[in-house]
């Protein structure tokens, strides 16, 4: 749900498309030209040489991060103090969204704010509800997060035109939707972009040439679509003779994957590496391989770093989770809404900061909801001086 960073990071999701759809991809490596073998030495060493920087590139990434992003200072800071902001996350039932939206109330709540967090529930009805609540309450700014603009429109300008600030976090700008001074998009779209090919990565590091992977995508919202779509092609870039099928489906339908999970296994039985792009999604995608009978015939890598799942990577039923801190992501987040507050423009986040955890490392680390809530995971907590400096904190 900036896997993830972000995943998906910064990953996320909006349940607001219907149906699970089942499409393949065959296997790359066959050519029709009159040099097949000649295509297919080229092939081979394309896929020889997408392993070895799936190896480096992900061999990078397993140890706790020591260098953070800079923070860009805020010219003329905007003082919190007494500011009302009303946070809508899409549904605080998903870790890595309810744990980004404790890290924004907590990030502004330093700096002075009085900020209420109303869930979304997944439901377009529930999102409006907080937004005209937002608005009857005459509250100072608004921020929704994961929330695709085209769930609530109306509801989201009429905030607007109340002369409440909006803040749409975590999704790319909506085509026709202009940004003013007092509504902007905080874009996060290409660090979940970097999040998913580095998915791909992690399967084909694991796996190398040999690798047949099922690639589940996600359609909820825009950000979920480009953002998978890029790991599907990742990895084909990256192993053009590696075998790949996918398999579409969405969080309002995730009664429905199990089922299209063990579908194509059965269609597709050399698979070796189930890809989930958010790890939330895990208990399905497994049922959907105990289903099939490939319990010990797949891995399956996902991304996100929930408490539960690196439970899994310990107890080995999990192989890896390409893990964002929820609480960087919060103070990302934090940081777009004191940029419009305080009359800047709202740079997107292209700072992709994750970690892949295995069985390796993740041996000693303590794996509690306390210890999810906080950067420990990940590194030191020095981000958030560096953002309360640049909010203008002495």
């Not at 392993?51 to 800071?77: G, L």
């Not at 529930?126 to 085209?150: E, G, H, I, P, W």
């Amino acid at each position: 749900m900036s896997q993830t960073r972000r995943t998906i990071s910064r990953a996320a999701t909006a349940a607001i498309a219907t149906g699970v759809g089942l499409s393949f991809l065959a296997a790359c490596g066959s050519s029709s030209s009159s040099d097949s073998a000649g295509s297919a030495a080229k092939d081979d060493s394309a896929s020889a040489a997408g392993v070895a920087t799936a190896k480096k590139d992900i061999a990078q990434v397993q140890d706790p991060i020591t260098s953070w992003p800079a923070v860009t200072p805020i010219a003329k800071p905007v003082d919190l103090h007494g500011k009302r902001i009303t946070l809508v996350p899409l549904g605080t039932n998903i870790p890595v969204i309810n744990g980004s939206t404790n890290a924004v109330k907590t990030a502004l709540t330093h700096m002075g704010a009085s900020v209420n967090i109303c869930d979304g529930k997944f439901d377009p009805s529930a999102v409006s509800s907080c937004l005209r609540q937002a608005q009857t309450d005459k509250v100072d700014a608004v921020m929704s997060l994961f929330v695709d603009y085209k769930m609530a429109p109306n509801s989201f300008d009429a905030v607007q035109k109340a002369g409440i600030p909006v803040l749409v976090a975590n999704e790319p700008p909506s085509p026709g939707k202009q940004i003013t001074s007092n509504f902007a998009f905080f874009d996060n779209s290409e660090t979940v972009v970097q999040n998913m090919q580095k998915l791909s990565e992690v399967a084909l590091a694991d796996k190398g040439t040999d690798a047949n992977a099922l690639w589940l995508t996600l359609t909820d919202s825009p950000t979920t679509v480009k953002s998978t779509s890029a790991g599907v092609d990742e990895f084909k870039k990256l192993c053009p003779t590696c075998g790949l099928a996918t398999t579409s489906f969405t969080t309002a339908n995730l009664d429905k994957l199990p089922s299209a999970v063990s579908a194509a296994l059965v269609s597709h039985p050399k698979t070796n590496v189930v890809i989930v792009p958010v790890d939330s999604f895990v208990s399905a995608a497994t049922q959907g391989v105990q289903s099939a009978g490939y319990t010990n015939k797949v891995e399956v890598v996902s991304a996100s770093g929930a408490l539960d799942a690196l439970q899994r990577v310990k107890s080995g039923t999990l192989a890896h989770d390409f893990g964002t801190s929820v609480v960087y992501e919060g103070y990302t987040m934090a940081n777009a809404m004191v940029q419009l507050l305080s009359g800047e423009k709202v740079t997107p986040d292209t700072h992709s900061v994750t970690r892949d955890f295995n069985k390796d490392n993740v041996a000693d680390l303590p794996l509690t909801t306390a210890a999810y809530n906080t950067p420990q995971w990940y590194g030191s907590d020095s981000f958030e001086q560096a953002f309360y400096k640049a909010w203008g904190e002495k």
